[in-house]
């Protein structure tokens, strides 16, 4: 069965700081892993995908994730953290056919960001 | 129409009701995915549905619920009965379906308080 651990339930971060959000997988085949992202009284956002080639995957508002089988992780980054970056982040598993199809969720992280 | 739809934004409901819940997904998508999100939890999975396939309905919580998707397009989401802790906001999404670059894009959600 496939699922998505996301150890940290709430990080903190002070505003122009770096963040590294976790996500670890567990899936039978290549996985398809994306990263959404939900700000408050808003719906889910994509912010990035891998499906397969380059590791380092690059998404929007300069958000960036990097796949590693090895230690089957899909880890979302941003360098410069900006007060509107405060929401919660979801990192989901999935793949391309069948009952494969289905999109696994964690349980997320939120990400407060102090001034 | 441009994204997922889905009706009502909000629902309240008298507990030992039946509810439903609608979802319009993107034109041309032919995979469909219930999700409910309670309260600072994460993204629980119901049920998806792929094309003409039997619907995976493997994470429906019990039988009160159900979900059905006509003509390959919108979805209705079912719950008999409705009981306290059905109380969460209930989000649809869909997909373009199987093969590579296709993530799921999803509706703003319902939210369902039972009283």
């Known amino acids: 069965a496939q699922s998505v651990t996301q150890p940290d339930i709430h990080i903190t971060v002070s505003e122009g700081a770096s963040l590294e959000l976790r996500c670890n997988y567990s899936?039978?085949?290549?996985?398809?892993l994306f990263w959404y992202v939900q700000s408050p009284g808003q719906g889910l956002q994509l912010l990035l995908k891998?499906?397969?080639?380059?590791?380092l995957v690059q998404g929007i508002k300069g958000f960036e994730a990097e796949f590693k089988r090895s230690q089957s992780s899909f880890n979302l980054r941003k360098p410069s953290v900006h007060w509107s970056d405060a929401a919660e982040y979801f990192c989901a598993v999935g793949g391309s056919t069948g009952t494969a199809s289905k999109l696994t969720f964690g349980t997320g992280t939120r990400l407060q960001v102090t001034l | 129409g441009a994204g997922v739809s889905q009706s009502p934004s909000n629902k309240v409901t008298e507990k030992g009701k039946d509810v439903e819940l609608r979802c319009d997904p993107i034109?041309?998508?032919?995979?469909l995915y219930w999700y409910r999100q309670s309260l600072g939890q994460g993204l629980e999975f119901l049920i998806y549905?792929?094309?003409?396939?039997?619907?995976?309905k493997s994470g429906l919580p019990s039988d009160r619920f159900s979900a059905e998707r006509t003509g390959g397009s919108v979805s209705t989401l079912t719950i008999q009965r409705t009981q306290q802790e059905d109380s969460a906001v209930y989000l649809c999404?869909?997909?373009?379906?199987?093969?590579?670059?296709?993530?799921?894009?999803f509706g703003q959600g319902t939210r369902l308080t039972v009283v």
């Open positions: 034109s041309g998508h032919t995979a």
């Open positions: 891998y499906f397969s080639g380059d590791t």
């Open positions: 999404a869909s997909r373009m379906g199987g093969g590579r670059n296709t993530e799921a894009f």
């Open positions: 899936y039978g085949a290549t996985p398809y």
């Open positions: 549905f792929q094309g003409n396939s039997a619907p995976d």
